[in-house]
């Protein structure tokens, strides 16, 4: 199951990586925004789609009940957090608890939260990059599964970072779903903050 609000550009990486290859079905795209991209991207690929407008329901809370009922209707083993621009209740969290995958333009913890692009370019590093991690109740806090460095520009274009940021997280979201799916990705039971991936021999 994936949740965007978007264009969906992740979305069509898990879609044309992934989908129907034989590790990994996309059951369904949800949305709160009706006119998202990505719903389009969904149709296209003869993916269910549905939409949870922020409008729609009493709170949060009440939203998203119905959209966890939805996501368990279907099936889903597992939520995908593309593009996705609202906070998930803890409630949401605590049904899917290891479960709910996210990606993030930033080497986790370095600059969690919105535009961590922005935050990267005005802290003038040299080195940022893309985190996959396991979502928890906190803003990007959850445990890390995969990162990779994405180098600054020297000239500290936005638009080329962005450009290079957008790159290497449509390799690194399907191979770290991926990686779920064969069951070679798992929190250590003695520490919750830990990733354990076990890859199989000759890999």
């Not at 966890?68 to 957090?81: K, M, Q, R, Y």
């Not at 040299?126 to 180098?151: C, M, N, S, W, Y």
């Not at 962005?162 to 039971?189: L, S």
Request: charged letters at 25%; glycine letters at 12%.
């Amino acid at each position: 199951m994936v949740l965007a609000s978007g264009g969906g550009t992740n979305l069509q990486a898990i879609l044309d990586q992934l989908h129907g290859k034989g590790e990994v079905d996309v059951v369904g795209v949800g949305s709160d925004k009706p006119g998202a991209y990505a719903l389009e991207r969904a149709v296209a690929a003869k993916v269910a789609t549905a939409v949870f407008p922020r409008d729609g329901f009493g709170d949060r809370e009440v939203r998203d009940l119905a959209m966890a009922d939805w996501i368990e209707s279907t099936g889903a083993e597992l939520v995908v957090l593309a593009g996705y621009m609202q906070l998930v209740s803890p409630s949401f969290v605590g049904r899917f608890r290891g479960r709910i995958v996210n990606v993030h333009p930033a080497l986790l913890p370095s600059f969690p939260g919105l535009d961590a692009i922005g935050q990267a370019l005005d802290q003038g590093v040299k080195v940022t990059g893309v985190t996959v991690h396991f979502v928890d109740e906190g803003t990007d806090t959850g445990p890390v599964i995969l990162q990779r460095a994405v180098e600054v520009p020297a000239n500290w274009d936005r638009n080329e970072l962005e450009a290079r940021v957008h790159a290497v997280e449509h390799q690194i979201y399907p191979e770290a779903i991926g990686m779920i799916a064969r069951g070679e990705v798992k929190i250590a039971d003695d520490e919750p903050r830990k990733v354990i991936v076990t890859q199989p021999p000759g890999k």
